[in-house]
């Protein structure tokens, strides 16, 4: 059950009104979230539950690319998106009435070799129309030996969906991608793909394999599987080829795990916990960059 105590010690810049009626014959409460940015989203009373705990949560950095400071992240993800600054500058262009271009560099992520390093460059669309804003990001690995840089723009899971009738330029949408493991021998490493619409409830994690012994790219999600959103936690230690995912409803409270193999295939991974490799490097130029700014 909601407690107005649990609202008012929402961040401000999360939630500033909630309004719960009741509707009759069902008697399910609907909640109306409005938040600063502007944001308004319409769930029933578990998916408002769960929503209340991910937007008040905050993940402490556990894994190998969680940052220094305290994240948070629309899936209380343990290896957080830079979501702060994203909700922080598309507050910020509202206020200002500006629209705009914004980037945000990651940091690096150290294969166990020493060889590679990992980083993501996001970058931020802003429209004067909030709901036509959207987020891209692209992955680079650099050859610490040579100096070769490789781009790789992952497949959008979410954007190529048939069923959304939008295709690839989707309004609002956002796809984050960042370095979170790399393979214990360093020839793979293991990317977090989060994807998620602006305004809408619709968000989930995908799993993306670069393979750079065989210049492969694959993006991978929990298959054959009921569930509104995932969340990627590693490489399984179980199972050392296959990703590690948690995966459930949203609202419900028990979210099953389960690993994914570069083709899709999934098994249920009860006792399984993720492996990580790979060191963060704390680089100077990480964080927010220059942007540029239309009135």
Known sequence: MLRRETLRQMPRFHLLQVRLDSFAPRRQLQCFLLLELPFLV???????????????????????????????????????????????TLSASHSSHLAGTYCYRTQSLLSPDRAYAAYSRIQMQVELDYFNSHVTSVLFLENLHTGDLQAITPTSPLANNP??????????????????????????????????????????????????????????????????????????????????????????????????????????????????????????WAGPQMQSQQL
């Not at 029933?44 to 993940?59: C, P, Y």
């Open 163 to 284: 069923f959304l009738q939008t295709g690839s330029n989707l309004q609002g949408h956002i796809s984050i991608a960042i370095p979170v493991s790399w393979s214990e021998s360093g020839d793979r490493l293991l990317a977090r793909e989060f994807e998620s619409i602006l305004g809408s409830d619709i968000a989930s994690d995908y799993g993306v394999i670069v393979d750079r012994s065989r210049n492969r790219v694959h993006t991978l999600s929990p298959t054959r599987v009921r569930y509104t959103n995932a969340v990627l936690l590693g490489w399984s230690q179980a199972h050392p080829e296959r990703v590690l995912f948690r995966a459930g409803m949203m609202g419900d409270e028990h979210w099953q795990q389960w690993t994914v193999d570069a083709v899709g295939h999934t098994l249920l991974a009860r006792s399984d916990r993720p492996a990580l490799f790979g060191q963060v490097i704390n680089n100077v």
């Open 42 to 88: 319409e769930l029933d009373a578990g998916r408002v539950d769960f929503l209340i705990r991910l937007i008040s949560s905050h993940t402490e950095p556990r894994f190998a690319m969680s940052h220094q400071s305290v994240q948070i992240d629309p899936l209380d993800s343990p290896h957080p998106i830079p979501w702060s600054w994203v909700l922080a």
